[in-house]
């Protein structure tokens, strides 16, 4: 039935975001396949352009399955993102989304399917693995598990969001509910669920199907500590009602790093090394914007960053970006030291002046991300 050309709308699109997964891409489209059988539907891998042939694998699939295709994303990284993308580019009106890591139970998308089937007013169903029926210990670690379920606590006690399972990344939505919430959604981040249901402001129908969340087969998790600080950005973002966006934060907590890495310097070679003060604080303002180019570029934009020359190129860059207001950073230092003789409180006055010029410029000529 899936092998014909299909003259009419899918009843369900699957959004299969991808990153070095190319040993799971055959199973995942058979195992669907077979689950799926009963139903006309699509499934789109967005790849964020991986280097083991991801892409490859799903366009040799594109050629035999009409139902298969790929969305390549180029010089854009991330699982938000990916997923945006690919709802935004699916034919049919329910959209469901998964891993690739053989991790979620498709065999629970036909229940999911059917609740939105028997209750239209439905927006939202999430692959639960926190419910009565669900069980995440088989694919997490004891350290994962403790992180998680913090990460759910966290999510659900700042975002006021009742759902058992926020960081889900299993689930299908309504594409008429997402749709006019796309332009809220923060593309950069991992946990695309807790924005979407933080998004909707509580006005969704929403309900969870347990599932058991299994043991990765192959590739690498994509979890690390950057996805903790994306989540500490989301929360932080919503809270301030969008008023500052999850990049803007993470320059800020970094900028906010920089402080500390800028006031240790000054102190070694100042009040350690002896140096003078002026010449103490200018060694410390470079060293602080190195230590601060470098973890934006693993943090901040992630989805965006250099590597090999490039990342010469950026620092470069970033060095002369944040050269204007090193210098307002040195004169106003300078002075208030002078003025009071308090070496923190004028390296941090001057550390603080340019902030929001270093965002701006280094985001658009550094990382390119307009």
Known sequence: MQEKLRMNLPQLTIIVPTFNEVQNIDIVVKKLEETLSSLDFEIIFVDDNSDDGTADAVRNLEEQKPFVSLLLRVGRRGLAGACIEGMIAAKSSLVAVMDCDLQHDETKLLEMFSKFKHDQSLDLVVGSRHSDEGQANGGLSLVRQIGSKSAIWLTQKTLNIEVKDPMSGFFMVKKSSVMPLMNKLQPNGFKILADIIASSRGDWKIEE?????KRRHYGESKMNVAVAFELLGLILSHLSFGFFSIRFILFGIVGFSGIFVQLFSTFFF???AGIPF???????????????FSFNNLLTYKDRSLFGRNYV????????????????????ADFIFDSIGLWPVASVAGAVLGAVWNFMFSSIFTWKTR
Do not use: P, R
């Not at 190129?313 to 106003?332: E, Q, R, T």
């Open 278 to 292: 002026l010449q103490a604080h200018v060694i410390s303002i470079v060293i602080a914007m190195t230590s601060n």
């Open 209 to 213: 199907v347990g599932y058991e969340f």
């Open 270 to 272: 100042f009040s350690v």
């Open 313 to 332: 190129k950026g620092l470069l860059s970033f060095y002369l970006i944040c050269s204007a207001g090193a210098l307002a950073n040195v004169a106003i």
